[in-house]
């Protein structure tokens, strides 16, 4: 049993509790997303995490001028 939760296995919220497991790997950054993970699929299938998504949509933004 944990001492900070008192639940086995630990709690999801749990400083102690272990990373959720990887579904994918972002295609822009290689950094693995987790369940529970923002992501975005293409139909290729290529998926992106949230992050790398914001820094292209800013940059499209930015050539725009808006």
């Known amino acids: ?3 900070v939760c008192h ?8 400083p102690y509790a272990p990373e959720p ?5 972002c295609n822009a950054c290689g950094e693995d997303i987790r369940d529970g993970d923002e ?8 998926y992106f995490c949230a992050d790398c ?12 001028g808006c």
């Open 1 to 3: 049993m944990c001492d």
């Open 7 to 14: 639940y086995t296995p630990c709690h999801p919220r749990c």
């Open 21 to 25: 497991p990887k579904v994918y790997t």
């Open 39 to 46: 992501y975005y699929k293409t139909p290729c299938p290529q």
């Open 53 to 64: 998504i914001c820094e292209d949509v800013a940059e499209v933004e930015e050539d725009d």
